[in-house]
């Protein structure tokens, strides 16, 4: 089974007081291969604050219940199914600052990922100084 993960909140800077949803993806593309637990472990900067998270289930996979902080737990997911996790959070970092969201998934025995290397995905933007340059047009 091959578990994939991608995180993306869409921006290329941010501002402070701002809040940013990270889109976060837990796939298992494998056709014939259910993975049985699959530890999901994020990790978000000290300039992001009172994160909360959702969930969507695709295929057969269940989603837990939303919660606050950063995810840390383990699913199961079958062949073919996704989870896709929404996590919001302020920014609360100085301009100048770098912020972001790394996201690991670890597949546990009795099952083996052959690509572990597609099992993190991180999206880390700048804290802009001044709110005109942050639609991206100077």
């Given at each position: 089974?091959?578990?994939?993960?991608?995180?993306?909140?869409?921006?290329s800077g941010l501002l402070v007081g701002q809040s940013t949803n990270y889109a976060?993806?837990?796939?298992?593309t494998s056709a014939l291969?259910?993975?049985a637990a699959v530890g999901i472990q994020q990790t978000i900067s000290a300039g992001l604050s009172g994160a909360t998270w959702t969930c969507t289930?695709?295929?057969?996979?269940?989603?837990?219940?939303?919660?606050t902080g950063a995810l840390a737990l383990t699913r199961a997911i079958p062949r073919a199914s996704a989870l896709q996790f929404v996590t919001t959070a302020n920014v609360t970092a100085s301009g100048g600052a770098t912020v972001g969201s790394s996201v690991?998934?670890?597949?546990?025995?009795?099952?083996?990922d052959p690509n572990p290397a597609n099992n993190i995905a991180f999206?880390?933007?700048?804290?802009?100084?001044?709110?005109?340059?942050?639609?991206?047009?100077?």
């Open positions: 089974a091959d578990i994939v993960v991608t995180v993306d909140n869409g921006a976060i993806g837990i796939a298992n291969i259910d993975v289930a695709t295929g057969t996979a269940i989603c837990p219940p939303n919660s690991t998934a670890t597949v546990q025995a009795p099952n083996i999206d880390n933007d700048p804290v802009l100084a001044d709110d005109v340059f942050a639609n991206g047009f100077e």
